[in-house]
Structures are given as C-alpha cells and as structure tokens.
C-alpha cells in the first residue's frame, strides 16, 4: 500500500505540473505569460500587458492612433488653410483738367494719351470690387509659403460711368466681368509678404452728338488698386506686420490714397485686406482657427 501511495503522488504531482503552463493561453481569461492586446484580444485589452498591468510605454502606438481617432470624431484636423479677401472701391471726381500722367491718359486707349492739348474733360467713374483666394499653408524652413488651395477670382460689384452732360461724347454706360485673382505669398515670425496676380477689365459703352457709339476698354480699378497699395500701379504687394494681426486667427489692413492724374487728386481709392487662418471640420465646414505661426 505504501508503494502505490507514493505511485499516486508522483503522478498527482506530474500532472499538476503539466496543467500550470496550459492555464497561461489566450482564452483562459488571464492576461498572462507572452499574451498582450495584439496578440490575444480576448484576454488583455490594448492598454494591458502581461498580468493585467498597463503597457503605456509598450504600447504607445495604439494610445496615439487612438487619440487621432478621437480628434477626429470630434471634427479637428491638421487641415489648416487661409483666407485672402480684398475689397477695392474707386472714385474719380469729373471735371476739367490736363491730359493727365501715366497711367492714367485722358484717353485710356490703347494705355493713355498723353500728348493731347489741354484742357481735358475726365469723366466720372465709380468701381467696387471684391476678390477672394484660398491658400494652403506649407510649412518650409522655419515659415510658411502659400500654395493654390481653390481657384481665386474677383467680381465687381459696381461699375458706373458718367458725364455732365455737356460733353460731345460722354459715357453713357459701364459694365465689368468677373476676373482672376492669384495668391503669392509666405509667412514668417509672425509676419506676412503677399503678391497678387489680377486682371480686372471695365468696357464703358461712349456715345456721341452725331449718334455714334463706341466701346471703350480700361483697366481703372486695377490701376487705382496697385496705387493704393504703395504708390506702384504695376504692384500688386502687401505687407502684413505683427501690428495687423487683429486675432488669433485674423490680419486685417487698410490702405487708402487720393491720386492725382489730371493733375488735380481727381481718384480716390480705399482697398480693405483679410487674411484669415481656418481650419476644415469636416467636408461642408469650416472654422477660424489660431495661424499657426
């Protein structure tokens, strides 16, 4: 009896050993032994190892595509671009003056004449006009450059023309299409330099004493437009400083100037510049979020 006790307990001791490795499967209910989030499920969540503990560290790539997951579902993303809005209105008084200085012209067919001799009749004019781009901002060096985002464009939302009435030929009415509008630009320290690229066109529509009518083309706003704007009717340049940083999200800048063709200072030209910084929630919304600068 005594030999098949012992016999009894050897085997019961066996199987005892052999039974402790087959509890530390994926399956048993145990996070133990080589099992994690990855590799068994059903046992151990993402954010435990073995035993049950937390593997932060070890499973670091898991937490953070998590935490994106959640940015997203709560309509934030990387997404951030800008806004570039103009508004350019234009007045010129009528009245007696000389031929005038480039670029103007009395005349402005085929870019001013300006060898007539005075004294000159100029009529009046009125011009408003929006114009707006989207950009990206694409990080480079230690600044931002901008790039296309949406094809910009502009549209006048006045364009009249007139005369006193006392003239041989006097415009008798305007009209202006929409135009092309190009964004150039880069941000730095806070600080913003842009180009724009515009070609906005008027056609005025003259008729004379003798029953004759004739068109003709200007490109008066673009011209008022880059006067005001430095002083250089070819520039179209902006500068944005950290004094014109109105928010977070927003620059904002005036520029106004009364200009002198005739020579009297006849035009008067106020342009109105938005730059603001949003962020795309999803793929109908957006937001004005903090420039990233």
Not at 153 to 173: F, H, I, L, M, N
Not at 214 to 231: K, P
Not at 262 to 289: G, I, K, N, W, Y
Request: hydrophobic residues 30%.
């Amino acid at each position: 009896m005594k030999k098949t006790t012992i016999l009894l307990v050897v085997i019961m001791i066996v199987l005892s050993a052999c039974a402790a490795p087959s509890e530390k499967k994926c399956g048993d209910g145990v996070c133990d032994g080589p099992e994690n989030g990855k590799n068994c499920p059903e046992d151990c969540t993402l954010s435990q190892g073995a035993g049950g503990e937390s593997s932060d560290a070890q499973e670091g790539t898991e937490s953070q595509d998590e935490a994106e997951a959640d940015a997203r579902d709560e309509g934030q993303t990387d997404d951030v671009f800008a806004e570039v809005y103009v508004e350019i209105a234009v007045t010129r008084d009528e009245g007696v003056g000389d031929c005038g200085v480039e670029p103007w012209g009395v005349d402005h067919i085929d870019g001013g004449d300006f060898t007539c001799p005075p004294p000159k009749y100029w009529f009046g004019y009125d011009l408003e006009a929006t114009a707006m781009q989207q950009v990206n901002l694409i990080p480079q060096g230690e600044g931002w450059v901008f790039t296309p985002r949406t094809k910009g464009g502009g549209t006048y939302q006045q364009a009249s023309a007139w005369s006193d009435g006392q003239r041989v030929c006097e415009p008798k009415s305007m009209q202006a299409k929409p135009f092309g509008f190009q964004v150039e630009g880069a941000a730095a320290g806070g600080e913003i330099t842009m180009t724009f690229t515009s070609n906005p066109v008027e056609i005025a529509t003259w008729e004379c004493d003798s029953g004759t009518t004739y068109e003709r083309e200007t490109t008066l706003l673009r011209i008022d437009w880059g006067a005001a704007l430095g002083g250089d009717y070819h520039d179209l340049s902006v500068f944005l400083s950290a004094a014109d940083h109105v928010g977070d999200s927003k620059y904002r800048k005036t520029y106004s100037a009364d200009m002198n063709p005739s020579p009297d200072e006849r035009d008067h030209a106020q342009v109105s510049l938005t730059f603001t910084c949003m962020q795309q929630r999803d793929a109908a919304t957006s937001v004005e979020t903090a420039c990233p600068w």
